[in-house]
């Protein structure tokens, strides 16, 4: 079956970095776009970020346009996101989602909770 | 951006109940707009997609209509299962979500 796992969440302080990480499996990893969406507590979805099935086009939210990083190996079947700069109001949990067609989200993550505070 | 306005916010209502949660766009996505139903501690399940079409595994006591920028989620015949938030999401310009209504138990 589809699996999508999130790691590397945790408490980090302001300004600094920490990497996401989503490994894929149960489907060809290779041939799926990606994107990134968070949550913050008891808040809404956000849309942060997309790569396309090869990593040759990417895409971001002005919210984290210039901190954020969304790449992928498909040799290992895992996407990544890249937070640089972390800020308090990054804090949310941060779900991997596998787009149908650029459309709705048909496979999602169990979440990975970032916590940004000193 | 398109933005997606949901209502209301949360609501109270029984088992058995008819409820009906509305979302409207900023601007016209045609029937580019799916429904997910979210339990604490989980992540999204899809219940609605292209505005109006079932997903596979949901109950048809829900169902979905509208188009252009006025959609509706309807829930005939509310469940114990069926308290939970609910939101919107439209996919005709990049990707953006209601802000969510919270079905409770009365």
């Known amino acids: 079956q589809v699996q999508l796992v999130e790691s590397g969440g945790g408490v980090v302080q302001p300004g600094r970095s920490l990497r996401l990480s989503c490994a894929g499996s149960?489907?060809?990893?290779?041939?799926?776009?990606f994107h990134w969406v968070r949550q913050a507590p008891d808040k809404g979805l956000e849309w942060l970020a997309l790569?396309?099935?090869?990593?040759?086009?990417?895409d971001y939210a002005d919210s984290v346009r210039g901190r954020f990083t969304i790449s992928r190996d498909n040799s290992k079947s895992t996407l990544f996101l890249q937070m640089n700069s972390l800020r308090p109001d990054d804090t949310a949990t941060y779900y991997c989602?596998?787009?149908?067609?650029?459309?709705?989200?048909?496979?999602w993550g169990q979440g990975a909770l970032v916590t940004v505070s000193s | 951006a398109v933005q997606l306005t949901q209502s209301p916010s949360s609501l109270s209502a029984s088992v058995g109940d008819r409820v009906t949660i509305t979302c409207r766009a900023s601007?016209?996505?045609?029937?580019?707009l799916v429904w997910y139903q979210q339990r604490p501690g989980r992540a999204p399940d899809l219940l609605i997609f292209?505005?109006?079409k079932l997903a596979s595994g949901v109950p048809s006591r829900f169902s979905g209509s509208g188009s252009g920028t006025d959609f509706s989620l309807i829930i005939s015949g509310l469940q114990p299962e069926d308290f939970a938030t609910y939101y919107c999401?439209?996919?005709?310009?990049?990707?953006?979500f209601g802000q969510g209504t919270k079905v409770e138990i009365k």
């Open positions: 149960g489907f060809t990893f290779g041939s799926s776009a």
């Open positions: 999401q439209q996919y005709r310009h990049y990707w953006t």
């Open positions: 989602a596998r787009p149908y067609l650029s459309s709705w989200y048909d496979y």
């Open positions: 292209d505005a109006s």
């Open positions: 601007q016209d996505i045609n029937s580019a």
């Open positions: 790569i396309s099935y090869d990593g040759s086009h990417t």
